[in-house]
C-alpha cells in the first residue's frame, strides 16, 4: 500500500512545535503533502529538509511569512516541478510537483495551496482567475501523465461539505462559481474527488478545516477543504481513507488515503 498524507500546516514552525513531526512518524506514510508551510529556504534550511525520514521538496513563496507548499517523499523522483508555468500565481508558492517515470507509466504527486477569497473581493478576484488558469494546467497534464493531487482547495464542493451551508452561499470556498469550477472539473476534466469516491455519505467526519472564531472546533462547525484529486486509474486504486483529530497542530486536520500502488 501507499499512503498519502496531505495537510495544510498553518506554518511549518508552528506546526512542528504542537507534535506533528512525532505524528507522522507514527503515521509511516511514504509521502506528505504539506501547505501554508510559511517559510522561505534559510528557514527550512537544517531544520525541516526532512520530515518522519523523508525528503522534503518546497515551492516557496517570495513574501515572507506566506502561502509555500512542500512534498516528503520516502523515494527519489525523476523530476521536480516548481510552479505551474503561472506569470501572476507561481510568485506564490502554491504548486510543486513530483514526478516518477518509468519506461511503462509516467505519474506525478502534487502539493497545491489554492488562493483564498475570505479576505476581501480582490483576493477572490484573484482566485477566480487562479481556477481558470490551473483548469487548463490540470486538463493538459491529465492527458500526458497519471497524478494525485493533494491540498488545500480553499473549496467546499457539496452542501455536505460544510455544516453551516444554508448561510455560506456568498462566502468564499461555497460561492456558486467556485462550486461550478469544481462540478466542471470532476466532470469534463475527469478527475476523480478520491474521498468521495471512498466516502460518498460522510458530513461531519468529513471536515478538515474550522474556523478560529467561537467554539467552531469544539462544536465541529467545519469545512471539508482538502482533497486528494486524482486521474481515474490512480483513484480506482485507493482503498482507505481517514482524516485525523486526535490532536491539532494546524487550523486543518491532515487527510491520509492509501492506495494499493507503489512508486
Known amino acids: 500500500m501507499f499512503k498519502l498524507t496531505s495537510i495544510n500546516l498553518n506554518g511549518i514552525r508552528s506546526a512542528t512545535s504542537k507534535g506533528l513531526e512525532a505524528w507522522l512518524g507514527t ?8 501547505q501554508e508551510v510559511k517559510a522561505q529556504a534559510p528557514d527550512v534550511q537544517g531544520r525541516f529538509e526532512e520530515l518522519a525520514g523523508l525528503k522534503g521538496y518546497f515551492h516557496f513563496a517570495q513574501k515572507k511569512g506566506y502561502a509555500g507548499v512542500g512534498l516528503y517523499t520516502r523515494h527519489t523522483p525523476s523530476d521536480v516541478q516548481v510552479g505551474f508555468g503561472s506569470n501572476e500565481f507561481d510568485a506564490e508558492g502554491r504548486y ?17 495551496y489554492f488562493p483564498s477569497g475570505s479576505s476581501g473581493e480582490e483576493r477572490q478576484q484573484a482566485k477566480f482567475r487562479f481556477l481558470k488558469e490551473f483548469y487548463l494546467h490540470l486538463a493538459q497534464l491529465k492527458s500526458e501523465r497519471e497524478f494525485i493531487l493533494c491540498g ?3 473549496i467546499a464542493h457539496q452542501e455536505i461539505d460544510l455544516k453551516n451551508w444554508k448561510s455560506n452561499h456568498k462566502n468564499s470556498g461555497f460561492l456558486p462559481e467556485e462550486r461550478a469550477w469544481m462540478t ?3 466532470g469534463a476534466a475527469g478527475l476523480v474527488d478520491v474521498y468521495r469516491q471512498l466516502q460518498p455519505t460522510a458530513t461531519d467526519s468529513a471536515y478538515t478545516w474550522w474556523s478560529n472564531r467561537g467554539q467552531a472546533y469544539a ?4 469545512w471539508r477543504l482538502d482533497y486528494h484529486l486524482a486521474t481515474p486509474a490512480l ?6 481513507a481517514a482524516i485525523y483529530k486526535g490532536v491539532k497542530f494546524s487550523d486543518h486536520a491532515p487527510l491520509t488515503i ?5 512508486i
Open 184 to 186: 466542471e472539473l470532476l
Open 96 to 112: 510543486v510537483e513530483l514526478r516518477f517515470d518509468s519506461a511503462s507509466a509516467k505519474r506525478s504527486l502534487i502539493s497545491c
Open 235 to 240: 483513484a480506482a486504486l485507493a482503498r482507505s
Open 219 to 222: 462544536n465541529n462547525v467545519g
Open 27 to 34: 503515521t509511516q506514510s511514504d509521502c506528505i503533502g504539506v
Open 152 to 154: 488545500d482547495v480553499n
Open 258 to 262: 492509501e492506495y494499493d500502488w507503489q
